[in-house]
């Protein structure tokens, strides 16, 4: 029963990073054409974040067709839950710093 909690907690989190991380891509793609260059500090995680909601969708698939091992599936839940929580800082941050394309320029 224990294991199955974990199976669950692990897919959902994923589930919520990959959605938190669709809407920082989608709002430092939305600034891009707007205002130019993203800032320096928004650079690499808009060329990394792609491949961190792949590896976790990827993750999830493994999950879903039952080839991890139940061990795995343990210590990835504390990892994913960690990763969610400085996704969703990100994302908060993200929301403050960069505009939405119907702000002000002036």
Do not use: W
């Not at 891009?32 to 969708?57: V, Y």
């Amino acid at each position: 029963m224990a294991e199955a909690f974990a199976v669950v907690s692990i897919i959902t989190n994923i589930i919520r990073l990959v959605d938190f991380g669709s809407r920082v891509l989608t709002r430092l793609e939305e600034y891009q054409p707007k205002l130019g260059d993203i800032p320096e500090a928004f650079r690499n995680i808009k060329a990394e974040l792609p491949i961190l909601l792949d590896a976790l969708q990827q993750t999830k698939a493994a999950i879903d067709a039952g080839s991890m091992r139940g061990e795995t599936k343990k210590a990835l839940l504390s990892a994913v839950e960690g990763c969610g929580v400085q996704i969703k800082s990100l994302d908060n941050i993200i929301v403050k710093a960069v505009p939405t394309p119907s702000d002000s320029l002036g």
